[in-house]
């Protein structure tokens, strides 16, 4: 039963033609499937809309060959033999009673053809997004008028694919109608440039066209930036963004509010917090009639009400708390709070769109996993049997083990040498900006604690030695891993030469308590978070930093992740000294001689301690030596301790390792292959 306060999220809110069953409203997002893994997407939509998602929307729908999104996996509408494929979703999003929308778009400067190869369109002769070595053609009137019939061709289609929503997009630098709109990338003469009103022509009339194309029995929403948080290069929510909204204000049946590009509105939690974006999507709601939905990485339902009653929006927009998970409203429904499994803004999702590869999500190791293999986010296949497990260690990967196994009823024995449980998960969400981190770890301890068939024993190192004492025939080994001091890492397999003139300390020295001493060097080849937050943790506690690395830049990898610029100008703000370019060599009197990646030359540099942000060893001791000892029915190693990575990849490892426990034939490697849409 749902709990009166939480009542209000499960109104209906009217949409133009349509109604949708409740609030909760899963904007457009991408998720590495698109159209290359229809039956993948239309799956993983569908279980959003049977977790209780009124509206459940697709990702960006390309309308014509001339804006194609390749090598990224973005939904295909280019002609009627497109609409099979997006017919799945919008039948398994329909079979829960829910909405489906459709968000299309026409990529503009954001283009680059590399499938079709043909000339990208833009408002101006004008350098395409992405450093790719190529100029858009400004339109003229002719290949306007074209757009705008491409455009109401793809509505017309995604009205015959079944969508009750059809989007006008011109969000996130990615659309040619956002494209005009600006004036940085509008530099027209004709009736389409010049003032704000020619700008946002082209945008008007897709947007009325789309109307009387579709709109009789399909809502017309409109997704745009109201800041794209460049100051005064850009559109602003205290100047023409609202000007914009004022002059559509009533045209659209839907608002749906952003801020640009998407490293602003795919905040991570390192940088923002719950809510981030109200006062963007508040402003909006105060210009129109109309519903609004906005985001803010939504998951808990007093700040949803909140924003609602306080009239920030209509309807709460979700892309990650969806991802993680898909449940989410259903769970609040059903007074289920305790059981959310709430989004920790990492984005790791977000890396896998950027790498064209299925989505994955840290929080939920089903999302991308639906129909390939057959995983669910609340429902797992029963035990086969009565066998009781034993798994060792507490880290993400135990603990999801542990969770998915229980889940199926199995008994489970969880043991944990130290006195907490969360392994690195405990450890890292204390540094700073991780916090949300933690939530990997309550989630599922929590669940672990109410199940009767879960014993955990802290302070229980296992052993070979004294294995047998405990008395299990199935264990699984989830004893993590532990970062190297010696050098070797992803830029250098030699070990590091040093007279041990500098103290050298590694990650996890760090976050177990040892303080560094005098000025600290952190060299990163890790190229992840793990230094930036490491060298933030270092200056609050007093010490001057220098962050080296072989990259070109800070935390290199986190550009996947959205968070690059951002962690590197936090740094530089900071008094961070960089030193990038740069091999670590060796130690020599107080000093760390390093060697350019591109002319060898020499640097030396003085510090008191280095922090080696490198590489990790397995902790496989135990299994190995298990391996040998038999006979144990069955045996396992999961993890970082099988092989270090994300904690992503961890939560994963366990996951699949407690759908396969049992299975005749266990094998990890088999899962069905999408190979598309076939109508024959
Ligand atoms: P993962 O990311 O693979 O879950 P973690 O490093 O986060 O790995 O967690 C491993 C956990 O296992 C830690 O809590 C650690 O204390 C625990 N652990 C490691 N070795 C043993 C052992 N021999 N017996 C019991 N617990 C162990
Ligand atoms: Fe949230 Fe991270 Fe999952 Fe993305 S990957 S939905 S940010 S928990």
Known sequence: MTSS???????????????????????????????????SLAKMRGIKAEGGWGVVCTEEVEIHPSSDITPYNQGRLWDDSDIGNLRLMTDAVHEHGSLAGIELVYQGLAGKNHYSRLPTLGPTHASVAGGYPMQARAMNKRDIKELRKWYRDAAIRSKKAGFDIVYTYAGHGLSVLMHFLSRQHNDRTDEYGGSLENRARLLKEVLIDTKEAVGDTCAVALRIAV????????IQASGEGSDIIEMLAEIPDLWDVNVSSWENDSQTSRFSSEGFQEQYTKHVKSLTSKPVVGVGRFTSPDTMVSQIKRGVLDLIGAARPSIADPFLPNKIKNDKLDTIRECIGCNICVSSDNYAAPIRCTQNPTMGEEWRRDWHPEKIKPKHDDASILIVGTGPAGLECAHALANRGYDIVMAEKKSVAGGRVLLESRLPGLSEWKRVMDYRLNALQQMPNVEIYYESEVTPENLDEFGFENIIVATGSTWKNNGQGRDGRQELKTDGSIKILTPDDLMNGVEPEGEVLIYDTDHYYMAGVLANKCL???????????????????????????????????????????????????????????????????????????????????????????????????????????????????????QVFGDKNPNKNVFKRDKGYNPA
């Open 227 to 234: 800041d794209e948080l460049l100051g005064k290069n850009g």
């Open 540 to 658: 609050d506690l007093g010490n001057q930093v220098t962050y080296m690395s072989p990259a070109n830049r800070v935390s290199d990898w986190t550009e996947n992740t959205l968070e690059q610029q951002r962690i590197q100008s936090q740094l530089m703000n900071k008094g961070v000294k960089l030193s990038l370019n740069q091999n670590l060599l060796e130690i020599i009197d107080k000093q760390v001689v390093s060697g350019c990646v591109y002319s060898s030359m020499e640097s030396r540099t003085s510090c008191k301690t280095l922090v080696l942000v490198t590489e990790r060893t397995p902790n496989d001791s135990l299994y190995t030596a298990i391996e040998s000892q038999q006979p144990f029915k069955h045996f396992a190693l999961i993890g970082d301790a099988y092989a270090p990575g994300i904690i992503a990849q961890a939560v994963h490892s366990g996951h699949l390792e407690a």
């Open 5 to 39: 306060r939480y009542d209000i999220l499960f109104e209906k809110v009217k949409i133009g033609p349509v109604t949708a069953p409740n609030r909760f409203y899963q904007v457009p997002h991408c998720n590495g499937m698109g159209h290359r893994f229809p039956r």
